[in-house]
C-alpha cells in the first residue's frame, strides 16, 4: 500500500492519487479483505476530512454494482453536507452528535432503514414536524425505510448503482424542507469488498437533481463476507 491511513490528519498533498488508492485496495482485498475493508473505510474518512467531491466522485464513478449489500452495516457521513440551505446548520449539529448510524437492508425483499443514535427520538419529531415512524431497536433508534434496486445512476458518471427509495407512500417518510428525505434518492455502489460509497440526491421542485451529501457503509470489521 502506498499509505497508512490512520486517520483523517494527513496533509492533502500526502493522499495518494484515487485511481491508484483504488486498484492498490482491490488488490490487497484479494489476501488480506479484512485490511482492506479498514483501510477502505480509512481513506474515505480522510477524504471526508477534507470535503474533497472531486476525489469522492471519482471514487463513485469507479464503483461497482453492490455485492451482498444485506444486514446491518456500519456508516459514516463522509464530508460534510452541502448544497442546500439546511446544510450549515445540520453541520453543526452533526459535530455534536452524528446521529446517523448506518443502514439495515433486507436484500431478498429490497426493503431497507436507517439506524440513528436515541437522541434522534426526540430531536426528529420536530425537525420533521411530527413524524413518529421512528422505533428504539437494540439501543439504536430505526426509521425511514426505503426500497431498493439496482439501478442506473441518475448523474454523472453513470454506474450500476443501488438505488433506494424513499418515497414509497407506505413508509410515510416526511417531505418537509427541514427534512425532505422523501424527496431524495440514495445511490451506492461498491468499491471493496465490504464496504461502499453512496451519494444522496435531493429532487426540487423545478425536477433537478441535486447532489447533497457522500455517505459510506461497510460490513463489521470480523463479519464474514
Given at each position: 500500500m502506498t499509505?497508512?491511513?490512520?486517520?483523517?490528519?494527513?496533509?492533502?498533498?500526502?493522499?495518494?492519487n484515487t485511481t491508484v488508492m483504488l486498484d492498490e485496495l482491490r488488490a490487497l482485498?484479494?489476501?488480506?479483505?479484512?485490511?482492506?475493508r479498514t483501510e477502505t473505510w480509512s481513506y474515505l474518512r480522510a477524504l471526508g476530512g477534507r470535503d474533497d467531491h472531486n476525489a469522492l466522485s471519482q471514487l463513485f464513478g469507479?464503483?461497482?454494482?453492490?455485492?451482498d449489500l444485506d444486514g446491518k452495516l456500519e456508516g459514516q457521513i463522509v464530508g460534510k453536507l452541502f448544497g442546500i440551505p439546511e446544510a450549515a446548520l445540520?453541520?453543526?449539529?452533526?459535530?455534536?452528535?452524528p446521529t446517523w448510524r448506518g443502514k439495515s437492508f433486507d436484500l431478498a425483499a429490497g426493503t431497507g432503514l436507517n439506524r440513528l443514535s436515541p437522541i434522534a427520538?426526540?430531536?426528529m419529531p420536530l425537525v420533521t414536524f411530527g413524524y413518529l415512524g421512528l422505533r428504539m431497536v437494540g439501543g439504536e433508534a430505526e426509521g425511514f425505510h426505503?426500497?431498493?434496486?439496482?439501478?442506473?445512476?441518475?448523474?454523472?458518471?453513470?454506474v450500476t448503482v443501488r438505488a433506494l427509495d424513499y418515497g414509497v407512500p407506505q413508509h410515510k417518510n416526511p417531505g418537509v424542507r427541514t427534512f425532505p428525505i422523501r424527496k431524495t434518492r440514495d445511490e451506492i455502489v461498491e468499491l471493496t469488498p465490504g464496504?461502499?460509497?453512496?451519494?444522496?440526491?435531493?429532487f426540487t421542485r423545478t425536477e433537478?437533481?441535486?447532489l447533497i451529501a457522500y455517505f459510506a457503509l461497510r460490513h463489521p470489521v470480523g463479519s464474514p463476507l
Open positions: 499509505a497508512d491511513l490512520k486517520g483523517v490528519d494527513m496533509p492533502a498533498e500526502h493522499l495518494p482485498a484479494e489476501h488480506s479483505p479484512t485490511r482492506a469507479a464503483g461497482v454494482e453492490p455485492r445540520a453541520n453543526q449539529l452533526m459535530k455534536i452528535d427520538l426526540l430531536a426505503f426500497h431498493h434496486r439496482v439501478d442506473r445512476g441518475l448523474i454523472e458518471p453513470r464496504v461502499y460509497l453512496g451519494r444522496a440526491l435531493l433537478e437533481i441535486r
